[in-house]
């Protein structure tokens, strides 16, 4: 069976890619071995781990729907996996526009938590299940939160000529296959994706400075201290909540240190005894809330020049299922 390592980084070299390397025995082993490769492409292309899911389920099935005789005469099975996954993936970008119009308040990507709080079960409860998707994700810098709100303003062509070439690194002929276009086209998708990156990029500073940033903010919102918050906070800084009308949470963008930090010191005051929990998120530093034991909210940060620029809270019970203890 033809094994790969994951994607390293959006710039980085990803290893052997699921098209050609050596022909895969169609078995059960040897086909469901595919399953992480696609979680991690999936999850990447729709920013959803359920929509990445039910995209892989909806593979699997179309494999195990062929004819024996249908499934030996592929000559790469892997490469006929990703191909499917990818066009489902394509079709679902289409219809999520669509639906995120009518999504009650601001969509955020689904957060995931980082893998050694699986390693031993879900955060807190010492169990949990190995096999959870949550854990097939590969932390890296395609699936920083910054870097997956961007992938959001790209058209679903661009997407996913992108994550495919750039991230994964297959060529743009058989990019062109999964996207229905010309490899000329797709280079030019790849190319203005790349171009949206490239502008909404900042410098990205040691996981430990981030971790202090993060920690400082914490302890000012624990403190509520209105001017410990707004000192680490950008002039400029956005905060975003998602909360997708299943619980409270602020329907607009929040602009501006102060309006923010008065909107969370708010907050905590309206949940007495709510925990703040240093974790990290989609790989980099972040903060959980738990009220009553339940975890209620999961933030992620945008810093620049040692300052909070942007803050994503994601409130959406249905996004927070990884996170569940």
Known sequence: MTTRSEPETVSGPVSERASGRGRLDPSLSAITGERRQLINLAYRLLGSLAEAEDAVQETYARWYAMSRERQEAI???????????????????????????????????????????????????????????????????????????????????????FILHDVFRYPFAEVAEIVGRTPAACRQLASSARRRVREARTPVAPTNRQAGVIRDFKQAWEAKDIAALVGLLDPDATMIADGGGKVGAVLHPVAGSERIARYIVEIGSRAPGMTLLERSVNGRPGLVAQHGGATVTVAAFGLADGRITHIWAVRNPEKLRPWTT
Do not use: N, Q
């Open 75 to 161: 000559e790469s099975p892997g490469a006929w996996l990703t191909k499917v996954a990818g066009r489902i993936c394509l079709d679902l970008l289409g219809s999520a526009r669509a639906r995120r119009e009518s999504y009650v308040g601001e969509w955020i990507p689904e957060p995931l938590p980082d893998r050694a709080e699986w390693m031993h079960g879900r955060p807190g409860d010492g169990r949990g299940d190995p096999a959870d998707p949550a854990d097939r994700v590969t932390l890296d810098e395609s699936v920083d939160m910054a870097f997956l709100v961007v992938l959001e303003s790209m058209t679903p062509a661009e997407r996913v000529a």
